[in-house]
């Protein structure tokens, strides 16, 4: 089992900055993929950005350029800076955990991001 604990949300106006972490404990293995996904009132959950054990990194194209995703290997936790935030960056974003060589996802609670115009 895998826990993650996410911190950092918000309330900001648009142009404003928050940055997120995800603390990872419990059965981490050294192979693993860290997100962030992003669930807006109404719509499905999208991946915002993830980053592998080894650096790679994913963006979805409405975030390059303002988000930066970031991780602390030996503290198990991984950054979502975000800058410059619009108000269609609001949402409840889920920090996800996937060990390279599983199937298994593990989830966050969530925490909200609010960008008001």
């Known amino acids: 089992q895998v826990q993650l604990v996410e911190s950092g949300g918000g309330s900001v106006q648009a142009g404003g900055s928050l940055r997120l972490s995800c603390v990872a404990s419990?059965?981490?293995?050294?192979?693993?993929?860290m997100g962030w996904y992003r669930q807006a009132p109404g719509k499905q959950r999208v991946l915002v950005a993830d980053?592998?054990?080894?650096?790679?990194?994913n963006y979805l194209d409405s975030v390059k350029g303002r988000f930066t995703i970031s991780r602390d290997n030996a503290k198990n936790t991984v950054y979502l800076q975000m800058n410059s935030l619009k108000p269609e960056d609001t949402g409840v974003y889920y920090c996800?955990?996937?060990?390279?060589?599983?199937?298994?996802?593990?989830w966050g609670q969530g925490t909200q991001v609010t960008v008001s115009a």
């Open positions: 996800r955990y996937r060990a390279s060589t599983s199937l298994n996802i593990y």
């Open positions: 419990g059965s981490i293995l050294s192979s693993n993929i």
């Open positions: 980053i592998a054990t080894g650096g790679s990194t």
